[in-house]
């Protein structure tokens, strides 16, 4: 079993900063790409920025700029700096993870709990 255990979540105002971390534990082989997604109240889950295991990112076009992801393979951890945070950010932020297990070498799609980011005017 795997485990994606997210942290850094909180309230801040607007143009603030945070900056998210999302680990991943448990049997684990290799992992491919790792992401953030949101989803805000009433909202459609989406995309916020994935980078893969060699590190090419890609963003969503309303936090590019202003959003940095990276990852650390050896921790197995992936992090989401935000900074000029708006109002308009404030959504529940998943962490996910392609990973491909020690035990079956199978490749899953892994999901943190969440957490939340709340951004104030």
């Known amino acids: 079993q795997v485990q994606l255990v997210e942290s850094g979540g909180g309230l801040v105002q607007a143009g603030g900063s945070l900056r998210l971390s999302c680990a991943a534990s448990?049997?684990?082989?290799?992992?491919?790409?790792m992401g953030w997604y949101r989803q805000a109240p009433g909202k459609q889950r989406e995309l916020v920025a994935r980078?893969?295991?060699?590190?090419?990112?890609n963003y969503a076009d309303s936090v590019k700029g202003r959003f940095t992801i990276s990852r650390d393979n050896a921790k197995n951890t992936v992090y989401l700096q935000m900074s000029s945070l708006k109002p308009e950010d404030t959504a529940v932020y998943y962490c996910?993870?392609?990973?491909?297990?020690?035990?079956?070498?199978?490749?899953?799609?892994?999901w943190g709990q969440g957490t939340q980011v709340s951004v104030s005017s």
């Open positions: 996910n993870a392609e990973v491909v297990t020690s035990s079956t070498r199978t490749r899953y799609m892994y």
């Open positions: 448990g049997s684990i082989f290799s992992i491919n790409d």
């Open positions: 980078i893969t295991s060699s590190g090419i990112t």
